[in-house]
């Protein structure tokens, strides 16, 4: 027996924490009957799990990409403002998430899994998964500046901070590099912000244990089996 959040979220239906709210919801049935709370348990194998009255299907094996996310792109399955969106310009399987998001105007890696368990993981702040960007910026900031975003930026929502910050040499222009664990909404758009930063482009250029490397934008790429080791290794999936 599994609880029904893990179920959902190793079937690709959502994250952990997204099923709770499909759970609260009422939108969940197991054997026919609404299920609303949130330690409920069910057999995958023999116990039949509905989310909006389908079934739910695990996949026989899960899909793993890496996809240069254009700018201008949402990331989000459905979009209220007709806006185009990251699985409109994709002909993935329908079980397949985004491993977290960029907003719209950023560019860059974006990881696409159909397996809950990794997509859980890999966006838990507990692991810490780091995600490296390169901005382009209207101008540096200085010493002191830095080692404010290193130590701590109170935003809206908490106290965030980046774990490294440093100019890019040999660049064109003017562009940081900036590696954060977790990720708030527009994170280091706020971050730099507070001293009058404005970014004029952002690029998520690692995720993890994975590169964007020669990929270009609205190019995809499935990972290779000896990638997909290290990532599931790096959250404690494997030994």
């Known amino acids: 027996m599994e609880r029904l959040q893990k179920i959902l979220s190793r079937a690709g239906v959502s994250s952990r924490r997204a099923a ?21 348990k069910a057999d995958p194998e023999t116990d039949a799990v509905l989310v909006d009255g389908k079934p739910i299907r695990r996949p026989r094996f899960h899909r793993y990409f890496a996809y240069y996310k254009p700018r201008g792109v949402v990331v989000t399955k459905r979009d209220d403002f007709g806006r185009k969106t990251v699985f409109d310009l994709l002909d993935l399987p329908k079980a397949v998430n985004a491993v977290g998001r960029l907003d ?12 809950g368990e990794l997509l859980q993981r890999y966006t838990h702040p507990s692991f810490q998964v780091r995600k490296v960007y390169h901005v382009q910026v209207t101008r540096l900031p ?8 290193r130590e701590g930026i109170r ?37 730099l912000e507070t001293f009058g930063i404005g970014v004029q482009r952002l690029i998520r250029v690692k995720h993890g244990e994975v590169e964007l490397g020669s990929l270009e934008p609205g190019q995809v790429l499935e990972l290779s089996a000896s990638l997909l080791k290290k990532v599931r290794r790096s959250v404690g999936l494997i030994s």
Not at 104 to 115: C, F, I, Y
């Open 20 to 40: 709770e709210a499909l759970i609260l919801a009422g939108r969940v049935k197991v054997n026919g009957k609404v299920v609303r709370e949130l330690g409920a």
């Open 104 to 115: 719209k105007e950023s560019e860059g890696l974006l990881l696409l899994t159909d397996d």
């Open 142 to 149: 200085t010493a002191e500046e830095r080692r404010r975003l």
């Open 155 to 191: 935003l809206e929502e908490k106290e965030v901070h980046a774990f490294s910050v440093k100019p890019l040499p040999a660049s064109e222009g003017l562009w940081l590099e900036i590696v954060l664990g977790e990720g708030i909404k527009r994170e280091i758009r706020r971050m």
